[in-house]
């Protein structure tokens, strides 16, 4: 086999791994789907989709800021004033802790031009998913 297939074979199978994860015993496990409801957030947030970041807030999301809409009118300011221009959102110190329906997330590190912060999520499990419930920031 030609190298190029070979590595079309490892991609399908490593996807396959992740995809599958916890399916083989009744579906992902909630880890998973609260890594992929994080990780989904955090690509859209990269590529400043701001329905795609949405996406991720439970309409029950609160802060000292306020709810969802609040969340939605600073991530428009957010963008359009390019704070996350050449940022980069760090997952790999997170550490997950669920207890029953909900689920602690963090810490997420925000590195950009106007500094390094640090943010932790609380998330809820709705019907299927895992979604943003509330946020906070960690002290450096």
Known sequence: MNRS???KLGVCLVTAVLVCGCQSVGGPCDEELINCTMTDWKAALIAQ????????????YTST???KDSVRKFMTRVFEEGYLDNAKVNLEKVEIAT???KAEFGP???ISDRGTFRLEYT??????????VGSRVVEQ
């Open 5 to 7: 297939v070979i590595m």
């Open 49 to 60: 989709d701001l329905d795609k970041v949405m996406a991720a807030y439970s309409e029950d």
């Open 108 to 110: 997420v590190e925000f």
């Open 123 to 132: 998330l809820q499990k709705e019907d299927k998913a895992w979604l943003i």
């Open 65 to 67: 800021r306020g709810g």
């Open 99 to 101: 207890e029953g329906e």
